[in-house]
């Protein structure tokens, strides 16, 4: 029974592991622009380059719409969400999580557009 105990985890974290794995994204590359209005959030264009099959970067085109973050604020958050395994569970900005929740559903959306078949 002792011997079966380490076994057993380790087949959990092997099994957890590939679960992980298969459930990130694959996404088709290139560059996916999207003018996103939401009810409650507000508006913004989004444009989300693809490298590789993952997000590579996220920009605003044309200015921030109902964002209302400062620059600076909206630049680290948004190098944050890239480098993110899962963009949709990074912490909103304090004072700011609708204008972070706009952006992530834009960019949900826009990925629409990129999931690879």
Known sequence: MKRFIPVFIAALALFGAAAYAQAAPVYTDGTYQLDYTDAELGSVSVS??????????????????????????????????????????????????????????????????AAAK
């Open 48 to 113: 989300v380059v693809v490298a590789d099959g993952r997000i590579e970067s996220v920009s605003l085109p044309s200015g921030k719409g109902d964002v209302t973050l400062d620059d600076e604020s909206l630049n680290a958050w948004l190098a944050t969400f890239v480098a993110a395994p899962d963009y949709m569970k990074v912490d909103a900005v304090s004072g700011a999580s609708q204008s972070c929740d706009l952006i992530k559903y834009a960019v949900q959306a826009a990925l629409k557009k």
